[in-house]
């Protein structure tokens, strides 16, 4: 007798697994290897933004006073004392009518209060002296960028829970953290189950097939900012697919096998869960393909069963294992955008069961973001899958749905986009 499963909506399945998900242990790494990592404590300023008063410009530092009735009549000339760049820092400027040549980044030379740019002046020479010929007053603090304007020692900056984007790095190493505190990426096993799998350098054989789903799991792994361990492929052999599992499991954080999940004779990971005394989370999901889907706990790891079939592997690790990890990883928003599509293509025939097409969305000329099938739409197509840059969502139900429908779509990658678009008016 075939064992009855029930089966539970995607977000039952995923509150059960984020049951198991909490933020992992902080590490440090070096800021060089910090990419897309998640930052484990706020990143807060240990000084002033900027540091000290300087000139945002290439021009000369003057004495607002000096210049209180300038004009195109009656012009000021100052005496031009050195020149200094960026990094450098100027004597102080003690009398009246002298000015400092500086470029941009320069430090304000004690003395001087205004910057009057390059192309506000002309530079002459009277008594063999450089002088620098000014047409128009300053005030005090013209065109000065100045001391912490930007930020203040001590403002908190970015969240604990943020992705470290180039931005981010850009104020680590402004604030000076050599060492980034992120959270330590998951150790994730993989176990490929099936006598029918060859490994990638294999010739194929009758009734064999490669085995794509290790290739594709580790490389979701990596790109949920986990580390992968693949243990290798198993054959459909209960007690070898036991100890393999049971003996990898004390080596990783969560383990995920793909295949043996549904209710075929050599269909072991159910029995080889109830060895292990795991408990079953769910083993049945309204959804497709991936409705086999199953995961288990084990003395709090989660034990992701996700389906053979490439297409279904590939929706279960993305709805299930995806914010699993993220969470560990100690992510601000650990779920994948969902966000609404124009669909592009009719699906006239309804199914009980919530669909998660493999999808192509792209931003049209008008900036909406439509969604097309990505390709072979079955449970275990592989192909569809390199095309995949989104997940569109159709519920379950008693109707189908047609081209032009606004549906909610779930995003992987990037949406394919047009080159920026500026209306007729402003391109100039
Ligand atoms: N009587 C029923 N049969 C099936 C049901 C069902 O409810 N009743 N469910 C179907 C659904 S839905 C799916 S999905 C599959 C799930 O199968 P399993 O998770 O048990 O996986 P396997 O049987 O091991 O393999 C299924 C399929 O996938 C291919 N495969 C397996 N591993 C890999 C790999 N590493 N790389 C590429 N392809 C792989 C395998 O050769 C099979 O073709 O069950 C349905 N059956
Ligand atoms: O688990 Mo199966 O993919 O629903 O087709
Ligand atoms: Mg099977």
Known sequence: MIEKRTPIPVPTAQERI?????AGEV?????TEADDRVLAEAIYADHDIPPFDKSPLDGFAVQSADTENASAETPVYLEVTETVGAGGVAAPVTAPGQAVRVMTGTMMPEGCDAICMFELTKEVTRNNKTMIEITRPFKKGDFVSFKGE???KGDPLVEAGSDITPGVKALLATFGYPEVPVYRKPVVGIFATGTELLEVDEAMEPGKIRNSNAYMVASQLKKAGAEPR???KLADDFDACYDAVAGAISEVDALITTGGVSVGDFDYLPAIYEKLGASVLFNKIAMRPGSVTTAAELDGMPL???SGNPSACFVGFELYTRPWIRTLLGAKNPYL????ALLGQDFPKANPFTRLIRSETRFDD???LTTRPAGFDKSS???SLAHTNALTILPGGTRGYKAGDEVDVLLLNEPGSVPLRLPEKNRT
């Not at 984020?18 to 909490?22: C, D, I, V, W």
């Not at 955008?337 to 609404?340: A, E, H, N």
């Open 381 to 383: 197509a592989v192909t």
């Open 366 to 368: 008008t900036g909406r």
């Open 304 to 306: 992701f069963g996700l």
């Open 18 to 22: 984020m049951t198991l998900a909490r």
């Open 337 to 340: 955008i969902q966000t609404k």
């Open 150 to 152: 930007e930020t203040k």
């Open 230 to 232: 693949y243990y290798g």
């Open 27 to 31: 590490e440090k790494v070096p800021i």
